[in-house]
C-alpha cells in the first residue's frame, strides 16, 4: 500500500502522485497541526479558509474514489503521522515539493523517525523551472522580473502572436494603469460564499483554539472549495476584469476590491491554476470582452510576478530571510495590530486587513510596507506580521515581497530602488487624505503628514547607500535644491516623529 501525503498548501486537482499509484489500493493522508497554525498569530480567517479548504479538498478526492485518512485538530503533524502508522504501513509514502524552504527536510525526519523514507516529487504549482532559473541568474548583483516575465510569455504563448511578437506590440501596459475612479465610480459587487457545514465546524475550532488569532472571524465570504473558487474567478473575468488595468494602482475608501481578482489565497493552495486562469484571461480579450492593458497586467501577476518571487525565494533562501540592507531595529507600531492611527491611509487599509484578511498590492506596498521602511522598522518584525495577517501570504510570497521589494532589506537584488514616497503619491493614488487628521502637502509641525518629514529623513539618513543608484538621483536633487533651513527644520522634525511613532 502506497501513500500520498498532501500539505494544506497543496490542494492541486493533479497531483503528481496520482498518476503514480493506483486509485484502489493507495491512500491520502491528510494532517491539520494546531502547531503549525500556531507559529505565529494567524488571521483567523486564515485559518479558517485553509483548514476548510483542505477538508473540503479531502471530500473532493472521495468523491472520485480516492480513500483519504484526514486527521483533524491534531496537537502537529507528528501526532497525526503516529495516529495513522498505527493503522497503516505503507510500502511508500509520496510528497510533492513543499513551497517552503525546511519543509521538505523536516517532514523527512519526521518519517524517518519511524523507519520510513519520503518521495518527494516535484511541484505541480509553479510552470518555472528552479534549475534554470538559478542557472541564468549566476553571478548576478541583481535581477529584473521583465526579462523573466518576457521569456515566461514566450514560453507559453500566452499574448504572443505568430511572428513573436507581443500581442498589441507592447509588452507591458503597466504605464496605463495609474489611473483613479472618480469620487462618483460605481464598483460591481463582489461574490460571496456563505460557510457551510463544514467550514462553521472549522470556525467553532478557530474560536475555541485560537483565541488571539489576528483579525475577526466573522463575516467570512471566502471561497473554500474548487467550485466556489472557479466561481469567484469566473466573477472577476465578467464583471471586473475590464477596469482590472485602469483603475490597478487606485485606493478608495471603503471598497476592498475595486476591479482586482481577490483570488491569490485560492491560486496560493492550488485550488486554482495560475496557468489556467491566466488563459481565460486572454481568451477574454480576444473575444472582445476586455482591454489589453488590463489582460496583459492579470496576466503579469500570474505568470510574472508570482513565479518570479517564488523563483528568487528559492535562489536566496535561507539568507534572504535575515537580510537587513538599512540595519533597522524598530518595533512595529501597535496600530499595525489594532488599526488606532490617526493616519487614515494606515488605518483604513489596517481596518480592511483585520476585517477580510486582505488588501491589494499598492497598500501593501506604498502605505503599510512605505511607512515601515521610512519609519526604521526591524524587517523580520515586518515580514512576520504581513505573513500572519494576510490571507494569501506564505513566506515564500512575505519574504521576497516584504524584505525584497517593499523594505529594501536585500539591497537593492529585488527592486531596482526602494519603493518610498511622501503623502504625494498616497494623496494622488487615493481618497485617504480627505478627512485626514494630517495635512498631505505640509511637511513639518504639528498637522504635518508623517510620511512626509520621514521620506525626505530616510533620504538624507540613507545617502551613503543610495546615492550612487541612478533611479534615486533625481529624489537626492529635489532635496538637495530645497532651502537649507527648511531642510533642517523637514530633519528635526522626523526626529521628534520617530520618537513619538506610538502617538502618531
Excluded at 490542494?11 to 507559529?39: D, N, Q, Y
Excluded at 474560536?207 to 465570504?221: A, L, Q
Excluded at 477580510?356 to 510596507?369: A, C, K, N
Excluded at 510620511?451 to 551613503?464: G, I, K, M, P
Amino acid at each position: 500500500m502506497e501513500t500520498i501525503w498532501i500539505l494544506g498548501d497543496q490542494l492541486v486537482r493533479c497531483h503528481p502522485a496520482f498518476e503514480r499509484v493506483e486509485r484502489s489500493t493507495a491512500r491520502v493522508l491528510m494532517i491539520e497541526s494546531a502547531a503549525h497554525a500556531r507559529r505565529v498569530r494567524y488571521h483567523k480567517q486564515k485559518l479558517v479558509f485553509l483548514f476548510s479548504a483542505m477538508r473540503h479538498y479531502a471530500e473532493e478526492l472521495r468523491a472520485q474514489g480516492w480513500t483519504v485518512d484526514y486527521y483533524r485538530e491534531q496537537p502537529d503533524f507528528e501526532a497525526g503521522l503516529v495516529a495513522y502508522l498505527r493503522q497503516h504501513r505503507p510500502s511508500r509514502i509520496w510528497l510533492m515539493e513543499p513551497n517552503e524552504y525546511g519543509v521538505a527536510e523536516l517532514l523527512k525526519r519526521l518519517v524517518a523517525a519511524h523507519g520510513l523514507s519520503l518521495d518527494i516529487l516535484p511541484t505541480t504549482m509553479f510552470i518555472s523551472d528552479r534549475a534554470s532559473f538559478a542557472a541564468r541568474a549566476q553571478g548576478k548583483k541583481t535581477l529584473v522580473l521583465e526579462n523573466f516575465y518576457r521569456r515566461m510569455r514566450q514560453m507559453t504563448g500566452l499574448l504572443m502572436e505568430p511572428d513573436g511578437e507581443p500581442t498589441g506590440g507592447t509588452w507591458n501596459y503597466d504605464r496605463e494603469n495609474r489611473q483613479v475612479p472618480p469620487p462618483d465610480h460605481r464598483f460591481p459587487p463582489l461574490p460571496r460564499y456563505a460557510p457551510d457545514a463544514i467550514t462553521r465546524e472549522v470556525m467553532d475550532w478557530v474560536r475555541r483554539d485560537f483565541p488571539d488569532g489576528y483579525g475577526v472571524i466573522e463575516p467570512f465570504h471566502w471561497a473554500t472549495t474548487r467550485a466556489e473558487a472557479e466561481d469567484a474567478y469566473q466573477d472577476f473575468i465578467e464583471h471586473r476584469l475590464d477596469l482590472f488595468g485602469p483603475y490597478e494602482d487606485a485606493m478608495v475608501r471603503g471598497q476592498a476590491a475595486l476591479y482586482h481578482t481577490l483570488v491569490s489565497p485560492y491560486v496560493n493552495v492550488g485550488l486554482l491554476d495560475p496557468l489556467v486562469a491566466a488563459r481565460q484571461a486572454e481568451q477574454a480579450y480576444r473575444a472582445g470582452k476586455a482591454r489589453l492593458n488590463s489582460v496583459e497586467g492579470v496576466i503579469r501577476q500570474f505568470i510574472g510576478w508570482r513565479e518570479f518571487i517564488y523563483q528568487i525565494y528559492w535562489l536566496r533562501m535561507p539568507e534572504m530571510a535575515q537580510a537587513n540592507f538599512f540595519g533597522d531595529t524598530r518595533p512595529l507600531p501597535h496600530y499595525y495590530w489594532d488599526g488606532e492611527t490617526r493616519m487614515q491611509c494606515l488605518r483604513e487599509t489596517i481596518t480592511q486587513l483585520q476585517q477580510t484578511g486582505h488588501t491589494h498590492h499598492i497598500q501593501r506596498l506604498m502605505v503599510l510596507g512605505n511607512f515601515a521602511l521610512l519609519a526604521g522598522v526591524l524587517p523580520q518584525a515586518v515580514n512576520e506580521w504581513f505573513w500572519l495577517a494576510y490571507i494569501d501570504a506564505y513566506e515564500w510570497v512575505t519574504l521576497p515581497n516584504v524584505l525584497g521589494m517593499s523594505l529594501y532589506a536585500d539591497g537593492g537584488f529585488l527592486a531596482t530602488k526602494p519603493y518610498v514616497a511622501s503623502a504625494a503619491y498616497i494623496n494622488r493614488m487615493s481618497d485617504y487624505c480627505q478627512g485626514c487628521a494630517y495635512n498631505p502637502k505640509q511637511r513639518h509641525g504639528e498637522g504635518a503628514c508623517p510620511f512626509n518629514s520621514l521620506y525626505w529623513d530616510f533620504l538624507d539618513r540613507h545617502r551613503a547607500k543610495l546615492f550612487p543608484n541612478q533611479r534615486m538621483r533625481m529624489m537626492y536633487a529635489a532635496w538637495d535644491n530645497m532651502d537649507p533651513q527648511e531642510r533642517t527644520a523637514t530633519l528635526a522634525w522626523a526626529a521628534t516623529l520617530l520618537t513619538r511613532l506610538e502617538e502618531l
